[in-house]
């Protein structure tokens, strides 16, 4: 363990003795000893090596094992044990801001409370505002800091974090200090949410970079204000932090920030079997005192993390892939460069999407805007999939209305409004026993379907399965709808084997979409790698119930680069024929 993650168990000790009610002097040597560990300047690792910790004033002999297991072993039986003598509601009550140990302490000792739910029961109720040393100022200051941070524990949607990330980074390269800015974390990676936004600059001037940054207008709270590095609290809770390094320092930094930590790993087990120690700061040299290391030092320049991957002997990998799901043994360099992995999916690869409502059942959008719209996205083709009957309160579509609809759709595409071709499709329910909402004869005549559970969603994950897998061998069936039902932040997914329901899908040529509506982006990304391995088609379907939710496409394709798969199996990728060609051989 290293000294920064010490001082913060010794400083939990003092907090946890706090809360025990424990002697003061026991109390202050273990808070006290955190700070002189914190502004020592010396090598923890030598101090230790050189027996000299029972000598630095302020690490009393308590101390001196304590920190010398934390940092040998990363683990502490004493830490361990204290933390399980106290009830886990009291050690979350001390992120409450105003809240510290012995305060808790009296909440617990008084008042009995134990859990963030009591507290904020007895401050509704007055408990807390009666109690000796609070009153009723510090009663709202402990809701509001109960309500904040519920707000703050949240993680948000990349589509939303992308929103409050794009100005931030558009406000940074402009400043006329800023030489590079860059996005980092869970936001470049494109993970369906973030928990913070990460910004990484390279300046050589950081103090009016960090200044702009914490004095954006956004900004609801500053909570670190540094010359390296400074976190920011937006309204609506989503956090940022931003770190500055020199130029030299850039690609290191943003591939360290990018992570995940899983690929960090990776990347620096690859870098030590390589004779070199690999961490935000750079690259040097390791293990000179084996004696092992053959690599000159001082000749490396990395400016971009292209380089830093070709130096550890791999291809770019794209900040999407970076999980820690095999991408380094995908990337290796071959050893004259021919073999290439194949490039992602990006949204200009798109020539259409599938899976889009009207007016004739949920969506707010006719027919005409909805393909204005598509044509200005740049799409040759717009599959239009209303809900069927059973959907009622989306107003879905009996089998005489659909017939209805292919027509109008036909007629539609011959009238040559539009250079969009638009293919009638529907958004069938999957009833709970597995059969479908409408007649085989309805589905026959349109050009494509996709199937969907609406509802049902709490049965056992066999009887879910078998459910999903009768739907799938249905000879109509070309699209498999949402397939986990999940609503990001909100609402679990349904209990499914998706495994079997992948099997299925390959064996009987149907497709399962990723539905690029921002808050479901099911199938999830972590599934489609091996799936499309196996041979799994995709369809990149926005949901989109307006014009504007066309342009959810984006977060699709966002999931189809982090699945990895290949172009050929995105149906979106091919052209009005191809796609038609598709659905042609599907009957
Ligand atoms: P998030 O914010 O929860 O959506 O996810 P990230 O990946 O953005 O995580 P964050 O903001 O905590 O840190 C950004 C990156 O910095 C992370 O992906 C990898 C790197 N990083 C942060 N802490 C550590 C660490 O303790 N070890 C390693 N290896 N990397 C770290
Ligand atoms: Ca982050
Ligand atoms: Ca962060
Ligand atoms: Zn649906």
Redesign the pocket.
Known sequence: MNKTDIVDVLEDIAILLELKGENPFKIRAYSAGARVLETMEDELGEVIAEGRLGSIKGIGSALVDKIQTLYETGDLEYYTKLRASVAPGLIEMLEIPGLGGKKVKKLHDALGIESMDALQKACENGEVAALKGFGKKSEEKILTGIANRAAYAQRHLWWEAREVAAPILEGLRSLPQVERAEAA?SLRRLKETVG?L?FIVASEAPDPVMDWFVGQDAVQEVTAHGTTKSSVRFEGGLQA?LRVVPAAQFAFALHHFTGSKEHNVAMRQRALARGYSLSEWGLKPSGLESGECKVESGELEITSEKELFEFLGLQEIPPELREGMGELERYVASADDTEVVPPLVTCGDIRGVFHNHTTASDGRATIEEMTEAAQALGFDYLGLADHSKASFQANGLDDGRVLKMIESIRAFNESGESPVHVFSGIECDILPDGTLDLEEATLKALDYTVMSVHSSFSQPEAEMTARVIRAIEHPSTVMLGHPTGRILLRREPYKIDLHKVIDAAIANRVIIEINANPRRLDMDWRLWRRAAEKGLMCAINPDAHSTNGLAYFEAGVNIARKGGIPLEQILNCRDCAGVERWFKERK
């Open positions: 974390g913070d990460d932090d």
